[in-house]
């Protein structure tokens, strides 16, 4: 009972949702199915040359076959929640607010929401993570024309709303808004491949569509929030809100106020760009319009009464942190960052952690500890923990060392540790879910990076699963750490 663990037990409230989240691109599969549209990730992954592996999502995990066998492997995990997302065209495949709704997509989702509740598990719904119909892109280029696209959303939203909103009580509007623009429209390596930075991808200004999309994601965001609060919350007595991504930043040289500057710069531009409209002044920080100028967008006043406080709760994911050093003029993609260079050691050569099996992430558990504190200062809003997890080198075939993993094991530990301590010093956490459930399509990798677990046999045809033994691990240690009276 010395372990440092032990003074952790019973420190998350009784009524803490936990369990592992996932999104349909990446996990679905059925990609052309029962009368689903193309979505623009279909598009992006049928173009040579935009995924690492070549592979494409037509399968994926198959979960939209395997749903029942799904939930009940997920209830031996011992979860009391799971987040997932809705395929915007599966529901309305062409997307438009004047389109026709597919009710076999429909179908599919009121199965495995019944599915869940009859097994206990509560879901959290994503309504947009990342997969617009293809459609609409070509109507008017998505989110770039937000006049044209908030219509479109609205309906879709009502729609999702009408239909689950009976058993659906927990909804999140966006997924990760932010790496959405930056990936899709600055770095031009995720759907729908827009940036002027690469010669590979053809077509956008990078300087200014990243922040007109986020934009209309902040101002979508907060009126689909309005239409839930004002027709359906009244009955449904649901919550609403948005997940945002944030890695932590630390300064690269903590004694050097120019880097610590930056470092909290880099915070701004890449959390408080959504969070400080969303929870806190109703508007961009002053660091990215001193920076940025007109380039980033105005809010009218309706459109600041309306985005600030539109969030019930702060939806976090999470991965890792960088050490963060000042740049003197923007270069690239660091113009987005706040021109600041992200790297893997600090001045004195000290690492940021241990390596994955994916490029940008590290294992870096006193990173997470202080940005938990960095969120709750600033927004003291509760905070939902929506993704937050690892990929492990060498993961590549079900082998008992595999199915062993400690790597992720001990990633879970260190990062649930500072879950628990922040909790105990006060910041208010009401969730936790595990980047994710089952091995599965990881965007622009393709099928190589294993974020599950559960391992995932993509070469049989029926995507046969395997249990990894951090699925196990983190069952009894959140049954360690959530109060039982
Ligand atoms: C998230 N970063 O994306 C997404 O929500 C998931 O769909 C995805 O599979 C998961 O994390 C793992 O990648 C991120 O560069 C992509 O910091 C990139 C970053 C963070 C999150």
Redesign the pocket.
Known sequence: TSSPEASLAGSLRKDFYWGY?T?AA?VEGAWNADGKGESIWDRFCHTPGKVHDGSTNEDAARSYDLYKEDVQLMKSYGVTAYRFSLAWSRIIPLGGADDPVNEKGVQYYNNLIDELLANGITPFVTLF??DIPQMLEERYGGMLNQERYTPDFLRYARVCFERFGDRVKHWITY??PG?YTL?GYAAGVHAPARSSFRERNEEGDSSTEPFIVGHTEIVTHARAAKMYREEFKPSQKGEIGI?L?G?YSEPWDAEDPVHVAAAERAREFEIAWYADPIYGSGDYPQSMRDQLGDRLPTFTEEEKELVKGSSDFYGM????TFFIKNLDGPTDINDHLGNVEKLDTNSKGESRGPESD?Y??RTAPWGYGKLLRWVWNRYQTPIYLT?N?TTAKGETEPSEEILNDTFRIDFYRGYLSEVAKAVQDGVDIRSYFG??FTD?W??A?GYS?R?GVTYVDFDTPEKKRYPKRSAYFNRDFFNHLIAKA
Do not use: I, M, P
């Not at 994911?317 to 890792?320: A, V």
């Open positions: 989240a999104a990446q993570h990342w997924n990760e790496v990936a997940t991504h890695n994911n999470s991965y890792t994916t940008w992430l993704e997890g980047w994710t599965n990881e965007w990798a990076d974020f």
